[in-house]
C-alpha cells in the first residue's frame, strides 16, 4: 500500500507512515522492490536446519582442551576449569556463538570476488585509519534507522574488537582532569573490566536494580563515565526502560560523565520495538559501541564505536599515524553486503529464529518446572537466567546438569564484590543451540535437577 | 647438483651446503621442485609492465585533495603542504607504495577461494588474539631462515600495523620500574616518535653515525629502550654494519634496557646477504618487527612483531580478553600463500625489479650530476638522499623539481632538534616509479637543478 493511502486512510502525516516504512524495513519485517514499492517477507523458522552447537562441530582444539569440540570461547574456557568438564555435553547452554548454517558465507565469498573484479585498484591506495568512507556511511544509515543514533560519518570508528573500542575510548578518557574511575554494572562483564583496569583505570561497582543501573547510586560516584549494557544487561538481562535510559543521560549532563554504551544485544528485542539507545539520548556524552563479528561470522572480527565530535581532535592525534584498524578486503564486502540490504535481511532472519528458540525454551521450562524455578532476562538477548526456588548452590546444579549431559553456565564470576552473589543462578545461552533440540534439552535439565 | 656431491667436492660439510641452499631458497634464487631438486630462478626485470606511480594511478579521493591522484599516504600528505603541489607531478620520487602490478592479486583472490571450499567450518571457531598457529608457524620459519630470528612461535603476535606493534611494546615497557624514556634514531621516523609519545613515553635524540646509532652516546642516556632501523635506517639509509650490531646488543644487555628493531627495509639489500637481525644477537631484550602490507598490498594489514619470551606473560594479561588483531579470512590466505612458496618467490621479483631500478637512479644521477652530488643510502632499501655540493636550502629544490614535474621528498621533518637539520638534502624514494621512467625523471632533475 502506498504511503499517500495509509497517510490518508490513517489520517497521519506521510512523513510518519515513511518513518515506520523506514523502521521496518530496517527492522527486516518488509522488502523494497524496485518501482513497485514494500512487500511483507514472510519466514518459516522451521524451514532452518537445525545443527549442534558449534562448540561442538568445528574445533579442533590441540591445546588440551577436553570440551567435546575444543572450543576456546570465553564461557568454554571458564567450563574447562569445572570439575565435571569430562562429562560428554549432549545439549549446550554455555556456547555464545551463533550455529555455523546462519552465517552468510556464499553472499560473502561472492562479495570478495566482486571487490577483486570492480574495487582492484584502490587496494593499493592507502586507507584511512578509523575506516572507508563507504561502510562508516552504510553504518551510519543503519544505526541512525535502527538505534535512533545520532552521529556524522566522522564520528564512526571501525576497529576489530570491542574490547578494542573500549582501549580507544580509555585512552581517549584518561587525560581528563579527573581521578580515572569508571562505574561498571555489578554484576556486569567481566571481559570490559579487565579491559578498564588494563588501561589504568579503576572500577567502582554500580548497584542495579529491576531496570538496570540506580541513579541515586550513580550520583554518589566520582566517576568520568558510566560502561552500560542497556538493551540487555549482561548477565541479569534487564532491558534497560525509557525513564531509566531518560534519568542516565540527565545525570552524564548533569555530572558532566561519559556513557559508554555497549548495545551488544540491541538485534535481539523480542515482541517489542527496539527502546532508543542511550546515544541517542545524550549525543555528545556517549560512546556507542557495537559490532558485527557475533551476527554475521565470529571471524570477521570488525566492531564499531560513536565517538563524541568533541573528542575527535584528540582522536585524531592519537591514531592518525597508525594504518587502519579493519583490512580493505574486510570492509568492502562489508560495505557491500550493507548496501544490498542482506545486513537487514540476515538479522531479521537469524533474530526470527532466535526469538522462536528463546519462547520455546521459555515455555519448556515452564511446563517442565512449574512453579519451582523463576525465569528471568528473556524479552530480549540470547541468554536467559533460571533461579530454582529451592536452596541450592550454583555447583551443584551445574554439575548436575553436566553430568547429565547438559552445559548451563555460572553466573557468580560476573560480580567483583563477592558477598552480592546470588547463590543458585544459572545462565542458558540460547544462541548455539538448535530449536529442535530445547525441548530434550529441558528434559533432561528436569530429570537431573528434581532429584536435588 | 645433489648436496651430497657439492659436499664431497668443495669438502665442506653436507649441513653447510643443507644450510646455504635453505638461505638461496629463503632468498629466492633457487627454486625447489619436488623429487627433482633445486633449480635456479631467471628472472628478466624488464619482462615486467612499466606502470606508474599509483598515486597518480588508483587513487580517487575526493576531500579536496589536489595530488594528482588524491593519493593520502604519508609522502603524499607532506606534499600537499608544499606550495608547489599545484604543480603537475610527472615523475614521482614521492610515494613509498610499490606499483599495483605487483601486488599479487590473482593468487590471493584463488586461496581465499581455497579458504572458502576448505576451512569454512573454521570461520565460526573463536580465534587466538596473537594469530592462528599455522600462520605463526610459517613466519617463525621464514624470519628464522631470512633473518635469524630466534624466537618460538609463541612469541610471534600478529597486528594490523606497525604502530600498533609499537602500542603493544609501550605498553609492556611502561610499568618497568624506570624512566619511560626511549632512544629514537635523530634524524628518524617520525611517525613512531609519535607513537611513543602518545603513549605517554619521552623521546630522547640518539645520534648516529655513518654505522648508525652512537654507541658511547647511547650509553649516557638513561633509557628503557631505543629504536632502530638497522636494515636502512630512515631516512639516512645507512645500513648497519655487524660490529655495530653486536655493540647494540652488548648495551642492551649490559644497560638492561629493549632494542626495538623496526626491519620494514630487510627484504631489499642489493648486492649483499642481509646482515643478521638485532633480535638474533640479544634474542632476550629484543622486539622485532616486520609488515606485509608494503609488499604483498598496502591493504593487507598485517604487521607483526617478536616479543621478548620473558614478556609473554604480560602481554597474555593484557590482550587475553581481547579478539584477533588480524581477521583469519586474511591470516588463512596468508599462510597459505607462504605455505605454498608464493611469498619467498614474490619478495624476490619485487627485489629483483627494486634493486634494478635502485641502479638505474644511481648510474643516471652520476651521469647528469657528476660530482656535483652526492648520493648515500643507496645499498638497501627503497630510497636514497641525494646532497647537492652547492649552497641550496632544501625548500628551492623541491619547489625547483616540482615546477620542473618531478616530485621529491624533504628529510627536515625527520629530525627533533632544528638545529641538527641537513640542508639542501632530498629523499627520493624509488618504490613507485617504473624502471624505465627513472632516467627521464632524472634528466628532467638535471634540467630543473642546473640553473641553481
Known amino acids: 500500500m502506498s504511503s499517500r493511502t495509509v497517510s490518508e486512510e490513517l489520517h497521519i502525516s506521510r512523513n510518519t507512515v515513511k518513518l515506520a516504512y523506514d523502521q521496518l524495513f530496517a527492522e527486516g519485517i518488509i522488502a523494497s522492490v524496485q518501482r513497485k514499492g514494500y512487500y511483507v517477507e514472510s519466514l518459516d523458522v522451521d524451514a532452518f536446519p537445525h545443527n549442534t552447537c558449534l562448540c561442538s562441530v568445528v574445533c579442533n582444539c590441540a591445546d ?11 564461557v568454554c574456557a571458564r567450563k574447562k576449569s569445572s570439575e565435571t568438564q569430562k562429562q560428554d555435553i549432549v545439549y549446550d547452554f554455555r556456547c555464545d556463538k551463533p550455529l555455523l548454517f546462519w552465517f552468510p558465507c556464499n553472499q560473502w565469498q561472492r562479495l570478495i570476488n566482486k571487490c577483486f573484479h570492480e ?14 568512507t563507504g561502510l562508516r556511511t552504510e553504518i551510519q544509515r543503519f544505526i541512525h534507522s535502527y538505534r535512533d543514533v545520532d552521529c556524522t560519518v566522522e ?4 576497529t576489530m574488537d570491542t574490547q578494542f573500542c573500549l582501549d580507544i575510548v580509555c585512552q581517549l578518557l584518561k587525560p581528563m582532569d579527573k581521578e580515572p574511575n569508571v562505574a561498571v554494572e ?26 538496570g543501573a540506580v541513579i541515586s547510586a550513580l550520583t554518589k560516584m566520582d566517576v568520568i563515565a558510566a560502561y552500560l549494557t542497556p538493551s540487555h544487561q549482561f548477565p541479569t ?3 534497560m526502560p525509557l525513564p531509566r535510559r531518560n534519568e542516565v543521560a540527565e545525570w552524564a549532563m548533569r555530572k558532566d560523565a561519559y556513557i559508554i554504551e555497549d548495545d551488544y544485544n540491541c538485534y535481539f528485542q523480542y515482541g517489542v520495538r527496539p527502546l532508543p539507545s542511550l546515544q541517542s539520548l545524550c549525543a555528545d556524552r556517549t560512546f556507542y559501541i557495537n559490532s558485527f563479528s557475533n551476527i554475521l561470522f565470529p571471524c570477521i572480527n570488525v566492531s564499531y564505536m560513536v565517538v563524541p565530535e568533541k573528542l575527535l581532535a584528540r582522536l585524531h592525534n ?13 570492509q568492502k564486502p562489508l560495505e557491500l553486503f550493507m548496501k544490498e540490504g542482506l545486513w537487514e535481511s540476515h538479522l531479521r532472519k537469524v533474530r526470527k529464529n532466535q526469538n522462536a528458540k528463546c519462547e520455546t525454551l521459555v515455555n519448556a521450562l515452564k511446563n517442565r518446572f512449574g512453579d519451582s524455578i523463576s525465569i528471568s532476562g528473556s524479552s530480549a538477548g540470547l541468554h536467559l537466567l533460571v533461579h530454582p526456588n529451592w536452596t541450592v548452590t550454583e555447583d551443584a546444579l551445574i554439575n548436575c546438569a553436566h553430568q547429565a549431559g547438559v552445559g548451563v553456565s555460572p553466573i557468580s564470576g560476573y560480580w567483583i564484590k563477592p558477598e552480592r552473589k546470588q547463590d543458585g543462578t544459572v545462565l542458558l545461552n540460547y544462541a548455539g543451540i538448535a530449536l529442535k533440540d530445547i525441548p530434550a534439552a529441558v528434559n533432561l535439565l528436569y530429570e537431573a535437577w528434581r532429584e536435588m
Open 119 to 132: 574495487y582492484r585498484e584502490d587496494f593499493a591506495c592507502p586507507k584511512a585509519v578509523f575506516g572507508e
Open 237 to 239: 538481562g534487564v532491558v
Open 186 to 211: 555489578e554484576p556486569g562483564l567481566d571481559q570490559s573490566r579487565i579491559t578498564f583496569q588494563n588501561n589504568g583505570l579503576r572500577i567502582c561497582p554500580m548497584e542495579l536494580d529491576q531496570h
Open 64 to 74: 588440551g582442551c577436553t570440551c567435546s569440540g575444543g572450543c576456546v570461547c570465553e
Open 155 to 158: 564520528q564512526i570508528v571501525l
Open 318 to 330: 592519537l591514531f592518525d599515524n597508525h594504518g587502519p584498524f579493519v583490512s580493505f578486503l574486510t
